[in-house]
């Protein structure tokens, strides 16, 4: 295009040369309309080329951010998935020990007692990951999304998951405060063994028959219960959002690559 003016140029120069003085008057009016024209058209191409690479500068941002926070909450659902079956084993765990009836009891074997009595003090709590979205938010190029479900989602993530922790250190803390109740009549290397058998055989009896009587065992049993069961609910909630970000993540990214 550019090109083309200039040809138009040079000839409309060629052309006053034979002209008389009025025909070039109106020989050097288009020239300058033609001049005007190709500086207009060359700031549009460069506005135009200027615009472009920003928009495929932001687009490569805004994925590069888009796949680091689909690897972090990928893990994070993993991870989800792991703290989530445990809380549910302690929760069955807890159920089938106050149910137990006398004569239950009486037939359950040693080695079922032990695995109980171990599922109820699992441990395993939800550690967010989530550098990539922070360094997003802080950076603004969070902003660069245009899924305005998927963003409000990010926003929000962080207190859904706060939420979340808030449950499960009241149960942290109450299971750890509760070890007395456990320690006076069965021994931690006698149940632990079932999951780390290098740990041996303890030297001290274990008293499971006392454990199963004491109305603080009943307590505890009760309380495990409805404090994991709590944590399990507000973990169901962040798994749920965690699988929704993800999808939207996935849409996003899917978006420039034809699928």
Same mark, same amino acid.
């Given at each position: 295009?550019?090109?083309?003016?200039?040809?138009?140029?040079?000839?409309?120069?060629?052309?006053?040369?034979?002209?008389?003085?009025?025909?070039?008057?109106?020989?050097?009016?288009?020239?300058?309309?033609? =001049?005007?024209?190709? !500086?207009?058209?060359?700031?549009?191409?460069?506005?135009? !080329?200027?615009? $472009? /690479?920003?928009?495929?500068?932001?687009?490569?941002?805004?994925?590069?951010?888009?796949?680091?926070?689909?690897?972090?909450?990928? /893990?994070?659902? %993993?991870?989800?998935? %792991?703290?989530?079956?445990?809380?549910?084993?302690?929760?069955?765990?807890?159920?089938?020990?106050?149910?137990?009836?006398?004569?239950?009891?009486?037939?359950?074997?040693?080695?079922?007692?032990?695995?109980?009595?171990? /599922?109820?003090? $699992?441990? $395993?709590?939800?550690?967010?990951?989530?550098?990539?979205?922070?360094? *997003?938010?802080?950076?603004?190029?969070?902003?660069?999304?245009?899924?305005?479900?998927?963003?409000?989602?990010?926003?929000? $993530?962080?207190? !859904?998951?706060?939420?979340?922790?808030?449950?499960?250190?009241?149960?942290?803390?109450?299971?750890?405060?509760?070890?007395?109740?456990?320690?006076?009549? !069965?021994?931690?290397?006698?149940?632990?063994?079932?999951?780390?058998?290098?740990?041996?055989?303890?030297?001290?009896? %274990?008293?499971?028959?006392?454990?199963?009587?004491?109305?603080?065992?009943?307590?505890?049993?009760?309380?495990?219960?409805?404090?994991?069961?709590?944590?399990?609910?507000?973990?169901?909630?962040?798994?749920?959002?965690?699988?929704?970000?993800?999808?939207?993540?996935?849409? =996003?990214?899917?978006?420039?690559? *034809?699928?």
């Amino acid at each position: 295009m550019i090109k083309f003016f200039r040809q138009m140029r040079q000839q409309v120069l060629k052309e006053n040369s034979n002209k008389s003085s009025s025909g070039r008057a109106g020989r050097y009016l288009k020239y300058a309309i033609g =001049e005007i024209i190709l !500086v207009v058209i060359g700031i549009l191409i460069a506005l135009q !080329v200027n615009t $472009w /690479n920003e928009n495929r500068k932001n687009r490569n941002k805004k994925d590069a951010l888009l796949k680091a926070m689909q690897v972090e909450f990928k /893990n994070n659902l %993993s991870q989800l998935d %792991s703290v989530i079956y445990y809380d549910k084993l302690i929760v069955k765990s807890c159920e089938r020990l106050l149910h137990m009836t006398e004569a239950a009891f009486s037939a359950t074997p040693i080695d079922t007692m032990r695995i109980l009595i171990q /599922n109820t003090s $699992w441990l $395993w709590t939800f550690d967010a990951r989530n550098g990539a979205l922070r360094s *997003g938010i802080s950076s603004g190029e969070i902003h660069l999304i245009k899924n305005d479900s998927l963003v409000n989602f990010l926003f929000s $993530w962080q207190d !859904v998951v706060a939420d979340a922790k808030e449950n499960e250190d009241r149960t942290l803390d109450y299971r750890l405060a509760s070890d007395p109740i456990l320690e006076r009549f !069965v021994r931690k290397v006698d149940y632990r063994r079932i999951h780390r058998p290098e740990m041996g055989i303890s030297k001290h009896e %274990s008293n499971y028959t006392a454990l199963m009587n004491d109305p603080l065992f009943e307590d505890y049993l009760a309380e495990r219960l409805g404090h994991t069961a709590d944590a399990l609910i507000e973990l169901l909630i962040v798994k749920e959002q965690n699988q929704a970000i993800l999808e939207m993540i996935d849409v =996003e990214l899917n978006k420039f690559n *034809g699928k």
